[in-house]
């Protein structure tokens, strides 16, 4: 009987634990940001996807997450100074969006959603993709809806945005250099657009944020440049979906 007890309130410490940590086991974590000035690229609050699973708005900017929080977010101050440039100002959120393990409130459930925070998602088709990770595959993102075959079409339509386009030379540079380490600048994979991105939890896919953060940190702010090398070295890890899938009707 003692030991029984000892056993229950160890189960009980670890379960607290697991519980502050962010989530349980088989559960599922919403969340988006916005980094940025009043009225910045992306300033804009989606309808949390879900009434029963956590839906996390993270941002430096007190205004965006008063709004986000009246609307029924759970809000997280990211004590991050607002930048002066749209370009620097994106590349703050990339970690969130690349790295959500680094995050104790994103911690500890089975799959975590991240999505832009301009669009509305649809949690009864997250929920029917949640089988689709199984096996190797760890990671379902968005079919580009325009850009197909090869890196250098996501870079000329990049370099049309001036948040882009003046870290043109490093993304040239990074693209030449992966060509060097064996990777193609074509694939007939998927293209794809990050604006979504499913997850399952695991030290895998959290090997693949963290190679692909340290690749944004390398070039800019236009992550889909870097992920394209990153999907074709985790090709079997990575599938996609649809935008059309996801959306809220």
């Not at 007190?62 to 929080?69: D, E, G, N, Y």
């Not at 595959?137 to 870079?155: A, C, D, F, P, Q």
Request: hydrophobic content about 30%.
């Amino acid at each position: 009987m003692v030991k029984t007890r000892r056993r229950l309130r160890r189960l009980r410490r670890r379960t607290r634990r697991r519980v502050q940590k962010g989530g349980q086991s088989g559960s599922i974590v919403y969340y988006t940001c916005f980094f940025g000035p009043d009225g910045g690229v992306g300033d804009a609050i989606p309808t949390p996807p879900s009434a029963t699973a956590p839906c996390f708005y993270f941002s430096n900017n007190a205004a965006t997450l008063k709004s986000a929080a009246e609307k029924g977010w759970k809000t997280v101050n990211v004590p991050v100074q607002v930048k002066a440039t749209n370009r620097n100002n994106a590349v703050d959120s990339k970690e969130l969006k690349a790295c959500p393990h680094r995050f104790k409130e994103l911690q500890g459930f089975t799959y975590s959603c991240y999505f832009d925070s301009k669009m509305q998602i649809n949690e009864s088709a997250i929920n029917s993709l949640l089988p689709r990770l199984t096996g190797d595959v760890v990671m379902l993102v968005t079919r580009h809806i325009n850009i197909k075959n090869s890196v250098w079409n996501e870079y000329a339509i990049a370099m049309q945005q001036p948040r882009y386009s003046q870290d043109s030379e490093k993304y040239k540079a990074y693209i030449e250099r992966r060509k060097q380490e064996g990777l193609s600048n074509s694939s007939p994979d998927p293209h794809y657009q990050t604006g979504f991105i499913l997850r399952k939890s695991g030290t895998l896919v959290d090997r693949i944020g963290e190679e692909w953060y340290r690749d944004i940190m390398d070039t800019g702010a236009e992550c889909q440049i870097s992920f394209f090398f990153i999907k074709e070295k985790y090709k079997k890890h990575i599938a996609p979906v649809e935008v059309g899938e996801i959306l809220r009707k």
